[in-house]
Nanobody
Framework: QVQLVESGGGLVQAGDSLRLSCAAS????????MGWFRQAPGKEREFVAA????????YYADSVKGRFTISRDNAKNTVYLQMNNLKPEDAAVYYC??????????????????WGQGTQVTVSS
């Protein structure tokens, strides 16, 4: 079965950086678009970033554009989210996600079928 395991969350101050990792198994990783989502307390889960199966295309939510970078290493079955200049409003549980279908670049929440357990990111002001 598909397993996604996130790591790298933590407590940082505003302006700091973090890099999240997501190790995937149970799927042919290099043929699937991957995404990152986040959910803050009392809010719906929202899209953050997506990357095509080749890594050649990326897509970001406007709120993180220019500060976050999604990347992948298909040899390691891992997708990353580099988060720079973190703001208090970035605080949330961050989830890695994979679709069941082989989309070139999946950008909608309804396109994703598999989810990790999440990793907490806390940003103090």
């Amino acid at each position: 079965q598909v397993q996604l395991v996130e790591s790298g969350g933590g407590l940082v101050q505003a302006g700091d950086s973090l890099r999240l990792s997501c190790a995937a198994s149970g799927l042919t990783f290099s043929t699937y678009s991957m995404g990152w989502f986040r959910q803050a307390p009392g809010k719906e889960r929202e899209f953050v970033a997506a990357i095509s199966w080749s890594g050649g295309r990326t897509y970001y939510a406007d709120s993180v554009k220019g500060r976050f970078t999604i990347s992948r290493d298909n040899a390691k079955n891992t997708v990353y989210l580099q988060m720079n200049n973190l703001k208090p409003e970035d605080a949330a549980v961050y989830y890695c996600a994979a679709p069941a279908a082989s989309y070139y670049l999946a950008t909608g929440r309804n396109q994703y079928d598999y989810w990790g357990q999440g990793t907490q990111v806390t940003v103090s002001s």
